[in-house]
């Protein structure tokens, strides 16, 4: 491999890391409402842009665009006081050209607005598509494990 793709990968690498970083933080907003601000920064924005995977309690939740995804995940989040997530130390990234995979698992919950507590941990899959220049977010898969 040549130097300037070794650079190139080392960036992207960095890049992917940070945006990673950002969902993981727009998903802990702690004792704040989630309003998935920022989300439009991470995901592809076009119509029927992205496919999200989730076994949202025992039913399968599949989305197809940004708007679904605030739709399906805003008033769910309103059922908690306190919510935050961490990363396990076991983030993978894999980048071929325009497109990149990241898998990881994260770890962390919360505290209902009747005071329960609720944990959680899942398997994560993120599919990356370079898209006018950067990174975005195109597919997620989320599995409790």
């Known amino acids: 491999m040549n130097t ?8 992207d690498e960095t890049e992917i890391r940070q945006l990673t970083e950002k969902w993981r933080s727009i998903w802990s907003p702690k004792d704040k409402p989630f309003t998935g601000e920022g989300l439009e920064n991470i995901f592809a924005t076009g119509e029927k842009e992205i496919v999200v995977f989730d076994n949202y309690g025992s039913d399968l939740v599949v989305l197809h665009s940004l708007q679904e995804y605030l739709d399906t995940w805003i008033p769910a989040m309103q059922n908690f006081s306190y919510w935050e997530v ?3 130390d076991n983030l993978e990234i894999s980048i071929e050209g325009d497109l990149a995979v990241t898998t990881f698992s994260f770890a962390g919950g919360g505290k209902s607005k009747d005071g329960k507590e609720a944990k959680l941990r899942q398997l ?3 599919m990356w598509k370079r898209l006018n220049g950067e990174w975005r ?3 997620e898969h989320l599995t409790a494990g």
């Open 4 to 11: 300037n793709i070794k650079s190139q990968t080392k960036t």
């Open 86 to 88: 961490q990363l396990e």
């Open 124 to 126: 994560g899959t993120h």
């Open 137 to 139: 977010l195109v597919h």
